[in-house]
């Protein structure tokens, strides 16, 4: 149980294009869900905590205008990267949070990123 | 500020040996948890083990166990009877009351080789 989706797993697009990537809980409903971004060899740094029904809540530093999140409903969130830049190349990660199990966070697989 | 530092970029262990990845942590919360996370080289964080700032005893969770040193501020990874399997970054993780107990703060992670 408690397993997190991402697709794609990994994408390749030219700079100026965009990007969207889907997180969904497969089967277990999550109010919130987490973005994180992890370079190579680096830790992981949380983007922004979305919220089913409500605006995402940014961290410090990271531009809501291109990264938009939209957490639509209680198992699916997405993270679009809008005119991407060879900078936003990436590891993407999000994570979900079961409703009954406040203190773990269950991870997706991860979607790489590569702009060009 | 809430902060975690794992001062073990990489860490070596021979097979069926036991290892200990150290993680210390600053925090003025009183209320705190802290997690163990795998990270591959696939790029899924898989949750290990959690421990919460007043669990008396130390969290167990098959070979792996937390040895929690409250006034040290430390929450140590002890893996047992190692496995090859087990090479992968290990990151040590906490998230507080400050941070609505939704961010989890990540440490630097340290790379663990297991050794035939």
Not at chain 2, 77 to 99: N, P, T
Request: hydrophobic fraction near 35%.
């Amino acid at each position: 149980g408690a397993v997190v989706s991402q697709h794609p797993s990994w994408v390749i697009c030219k700079s100026g294009t965009s990007v969207k990537i889907e997180c969904r809980s497969l089967d277990f409903q999550a109010t919130t869900m987490f973005w994180y971004r992890q370079f190579p060899k680096q830790s992981l740094m949380l983007m922004a905590t979305s919220n089913e029904g409500s605006k995402a809540t940014y961290e410090q530093g990271v531009e809501k205008d291109k990264f938009l999140i939209n957490h639509a409903s209680l198992t699916l969130s997405t993270l679009t990267v809008t005119s991407a830049h060879p900078e936003d190349s990436s590891f993407y990660i999000c994570s979900a949070r079961l409703i009954e199990r406040r203190y773990e966070q269950y991870f997706g697989p991860g979607t790489r990123l590569t702009v060009t | 500020a809430q902060k975690i530092t794992q001062t073990q970029p990489g860490m070596f262990v021979q097979e069926k040996e036991a290892v200990t990845l150290d993680c210390t942590y600053d925090t003025s919360d009183q209320s705190y948890g802290l997690f163990w996370y795998k990270q591959p080289s696939s790029g899924e964080m898989i949750f290990l083990i959690y421990q919460g700032s007043y669990d008396e005893q130390n969290a167990t969770e098959g070979r792996y166990s937390l040895n929690f040193q409250k006034a040290r501020k430390s929450a140590n990874l002890v893996i047992s009877a190692s496995q090859l399997g087990d090479s992968a970054m290990y990151f040590c993780a906490m998230r507080g009351v400050s941070g609505g107990y939704n961010k989890l703060i990540f440490g630097a992670g340290t790379r663990l080789a297991v050794h035939p």
